[in-house]
Antibody, heavy 118, light 105 residues
Framework: QVQLEESGPGLMQPSETLSLTCTVS????????VGWVRQPLGKGLVWMGT???????NYNSAVQSRLSISRDTSKSQVFLKMNSLQPEDTGTYYC????????????WGQGVMVTVSS | DTVLTQSPALAVSPGERVSISCRAS??????MHWYQQKPGQQPKLLIY???NLASGVPARFSGSGSGTDFTLTIDPVEADDTATYFC????????FGGGTKLELK
């Protein structure tokens, strides 16, 4: 079955670079897109960016200058790197399968909580 | 960005019908999707492209609308439906509504 699992550090210092990994199973990264969505505690969802089946990427303009999404298809892994972290980057980060034809996110990981604090 | 506006909260009794609305700041055709998120869990896709039921979702859930106004309906509501419901558009770069918290009386 389709599964996604996020991993990464839980606590970061301001100005550091965040690195998260999304490991997927049950589907191929060369046939499906994977997106990252952030949710501040108790708040709504914000799309950050997506890497598509062909390897192209789209980013939210609000974080585009700080964000990079890449992948290793041989390991079924998608990576998020975001630099110049600030406390407002605190939240739960989800990876989700992003369906190209509809634009919906049909399967989600359980999320990883990231706190940015000195 | 396309802004999606949802009412913050609703309270209904089990067995009733509830409609949750989502209004887009600009037309999004039928590219509107609905998610359910329970406390401490990841979002779950309920409806895609306005009115299509996602796999495994009970037929009590339905969606309607096009353009700028969309509705998620639950009929009848069950106790397990206590959750926050988010809409999301994909006509432009994806954006989500602020969520509607559904509470049962």
């Amino acid at each position: 079955q389709v599964q996604l699992e996020e991993s990464g550090p839980g606590l970061m210092q301001p100005s550091e670079t965040l690195s998260l990994t999304c490991t997927v199973s049950g589907f191929s990264l060369t046939s499906n897109g994977v997106g990252w969505v952030r949710q501040p505690l108790g708040k709504g969802l914000v799309w950050m960016g997506t890497i598509w089946a062909g390897g192209s990427t789209n980013y939210n303009s609000a974080v585009q200058s700080r964000l990079s999404i890449s992948r290793d298809t041989s390991k079924s892994q998608v990576f998020l790197k975001m630099n110049s972290l600030q406390p407002e980057d605190t939240g739960t980060y989800y990876c989700a399968r992003h369906v190209k034809t509809t634009g919906a996110f049909d399967y989600w990981g359980q999320g990883v909580m990231v706190t940015v604090s000195s | 960005d396309t802004v999606l506006t949802q009412s913050p909260a609703l309270a209904v009794s089990p067995g009733e019908r509830v409609s949750i609305s989502c209004r887009a700041s600009e037309g999004v055709n039928s590219y509107m999707h609905w998610y359910q998120q329970k406390p401490g869990q990841q979002p779950k896709l309920l409806i895609y492209k306005a009115s299509n039921l996602a796999s495994g979702v009970p037929a009590r859930f339905s969606g309607s609308g096009s353009g700028t106004d969309f509705t998620l309906t639950i009929d009848p509501v069950e106790a397990d439906d206590t959750a926050t419901y988010f809409c999301q558009q994909s006509w432009n770069d994806p954006t989500f509504g602020g969520g509607t918290k559904l509470e049962l009386k």
